[in-house]
């Protein structure tokens, strides 16, 4: 792994590490289409093993276990410590045991070979260092004839929101997600799936509108709850001041009132082994 991988790796674990706090108060609503277009696609059924890549605090992997019923099982994985953690408290605490967890990186899941009938990755692949590695072992981890869904972040010119990155760069060199969009354009991530040896790839685009009632919200989100909370995380009040009025002017054309309504898209696609 080359030093700016193992880099992007602790930014990553250490920023969604920061990010838990928020994530599901500033997100659930807005990544529910792409998550619910992903369950219906992988199909799921009673008694299968499920691996969910990038779970973070499980959206998709609680609607997930219910599919598979108590002779069924989803380990989930990602990143962040905290993230795991708080998802393997939150089912015990809901009764559902056959959710285990692990903290792993995507790119090396640490699973045996073809041991899993499904493979999940809701919008975290866009933050793995290597995704194409990342896609290999999840292709790996399944079954002959198993099956895996990805949900992405589309093309960059249709996200209104994406002027964060370069936004926080101004304040804290973090190279944060330095190639979030790569595969959100045209045909990468069907290429991708393909070559890393997903059969009968089908994509589809999924247009969405980011709701925010006020201004603080939509900072909230961004800032606090996602990729950059890390750097964020070390500006002075002064900074965040000053990102905060750089953001809301770079989203200014989709104010309505006193909130936002902001462009965005997503990527769903599907293989199978």
């Known amino acids: 792994m080359t030093l700016d991988a193992r880099f992007q790796l602790r930014v990553q674990r250490y920023g969604w590490d920061k990010a838990a706090d928020h994530y599901e108060q500033f997100w659930q609503t807005q990544l529910a289409p792409a998550q619910a277009r992903l369950l219906e696609l992988a199909a799921l059924k009673r008694g299968e093993r499920v691996i969910e890549v990038a779970c973070g605090t499980g959206l998709v992997t609680f609607p997930a276990a219910r599919a598979v ?86 093309a960059r010119s249709s996200c209104g929101w994406a002027e964060i990155f370069s936004i926080v760069d101004h304040f804290v060199q973090s190279e944060v997600c330095p190639m979030f969009f790569q595969l959100g354009g045209g045909d990468a991530l069907r290429m991708a799936m393909t070559q890393g040896g997903f059969n009968d790839v089908v994509l589809e685009r999924i247009a969405t509108t980011l709701n925010y009632e006020s201004g603080d919200d939509a900072c909230g989100a961004v800032f606090a709850g996602g990729p950059v909370a890390l750097a964020y995380s070390r500006f002075d009040d002064a900074s965040r001041d000053a990102a905060h009025r750089e953001y809301l002017d770079s989203i200014a054309e989709w104010k309505h009132g006193e909130g936002y309504q902001v462009p965005g898209e997503f990527v769903v696609a599907s293989g199978t082994t």
């Not at 998802?87 to 285990?100: C, M, R, S, W």
């Open 69 to 154: 019923g108590p002779g069924g099982n989803v380990l989930a994985t990602d990143i962040s410590e905290v993230m795991v953690t708080r998802l393997k408290e939150t089912a015990d605490q809901q009764g559902l045991p056959n959710i285990a967890t692990k903290r792993a990186d995507a790119e090396a899941l640490g699973v045996p070979e073809a041991s899993f009938d499904v493979a999940l990755c809701a919008l975290g692949l866009m933050y793995v260092p290597d995704p194409f590695a990342a896609i290999r072992e999840m292709h790996r981890a399944l079954k002959p004839g198993g099956r895996a869904v990805v949900a992405i972040w589309g």
